[in-house]
């Protein structure tokens, strides 16, 4: 029996489509440590949280297009709240405890969703919302998939939507701290924040909307992720995803975060149906992207795109 390419090429595409979504979580945690050096624990009870704003207030009766700013408006101001109340006090601490401050922030949000929401398991189907016809109207099965000719392979609906959504949302970031001058100061405050300070680029002003840029992108990849796995603490899980991503492509880079993601997303979907197959093994797709990361770690301690330092001795 030959090698069957359609499969193959689903599987790639499949995997591609899922990276860009890894793309997305993993750049949350770069750009808060490229303008801090903080490793941001909370980011998986961030995307929880904005989950479940937006879910209850659907839930409540409050229409999608009203609901969307709302949630992207609460977590500009958390972010932002965050970054003053919490961050910019410890600024001159040490990395160790920004980090655990992180760690307890993670424990506050989650506590904090409990309290204002509940722990309640949501469902959400963005399809209902959005009106796309994602489901199949005679059977109701969750995102039926679609053939696409040109390429022989059939392909799910959401998965589609998912990585126009999460690529426009990497996008536009991209041409934010490429193009525009409060991007090219966030790089500034990235390379060298004695520097940046020297040139009058504010830091506060600029971790601020750091930290408001991470709160719309916990928003977004939070409803991506909870239409797969429902608004629940399971959210949390799925951002580990992105570590793997991050270790690949470099802690301080965001076009590494995009590469990390795309490596990652065709690399556990082909370990898990040829390796797993070959070893016998059941259930790589949970594991299989942190030995990729391992791997790379033993070439490429700083990752495929991250600075290399050098210490003087």
């Known amino acids: 029996m030959g090698f069957d390419w359609v499969f193959f090429t689903e599987l790639i595409v499949g995997g591609l489509m899922s990276g860009v979504m890894y793309s997305l979580v993993a750049i949350g945690f770069v750009l808060i440590y490229k303008s801090s050096g903080i490793f941001n624990f909370a980011q998986g009870t961030m995307l929880l949280f904005a989950a479940l704003t ?56 989650e506590g904090l969703a409990q309290y204002m ?53 990497i996008l536009i970031l991209a041409v934010f701290f490429q193009k525009t001058r409060t991007g090219m100061s966030l790089r500034a405050v990235s390379d060298d924040h ?23 992108i916990a928003l977004i990849a939070g409803l991506l992720w909870a239409e797969r796995v429902s608004v629940s603490f399971t959210l949390v899980e799925a951002v580990l995803k992105a570590l793997p991503v991050i270790l690949i492509g470099g802690l301080t880079s965001i076009p590494g975060a995009i590469v990390g993601g795309l490596i990652i997303g065709v690399g556990e979907k082909l370990g898990e149906i040829y390796l797993g197959d070959l070893i016998g093994v059941q259930g790589i797709e949970t594991w299989f992207s942190y030995f990729i990361a391992l791997v790379f770690l033993l070439f490429r301690p700083s990752g495929l795109f991250g600075l290399k330092t050098i210490e003087r001795v």
Not at 65 to 89: C, D, K, N, Q, Y
Not at 145 to 157: A, N, R, T
Not at 196 to 216: C, K, Y
């Open 194 to 216: 004695l520097a940046a300070m020297a040139v009058g680029i504010p830091l506060s002003r600029v971790w601020a909307l750091v930290w408001a840029v991470t709160g719309i």
């Open 117 to 169: 929401w509940d722990s309640a398991i949501h469902g959400l189907q963005l399809a209902d919302f959005l009106d796309l016809a994602l489901l199949d109207p005679v059977n109701m099965t969750i995102f039926v998939v679609d053939y696409i000719e040109w390429l022989d392979i059939l392909i799910s609906k959401f998965d589609v939507f998912a990585t126009i959504v999460a690529g426009t949302m």
């Open 54 to 109: 937006f879910v209850k207030l659907t839930e409540g009766g409050v229409n999608f297009w009203v609901a969307l700013p709302v949630s992207m408006g609460t977590m500009v101001v958390f972010g932002i709240l965050v970054e003053r109340f919490m961050m910019r006090p410890l600024a001159n601490q040490s990395l160790l405890s920004l980090f655990m401050a992180t760690v307890g922030l993670a424990i506050l949000i």
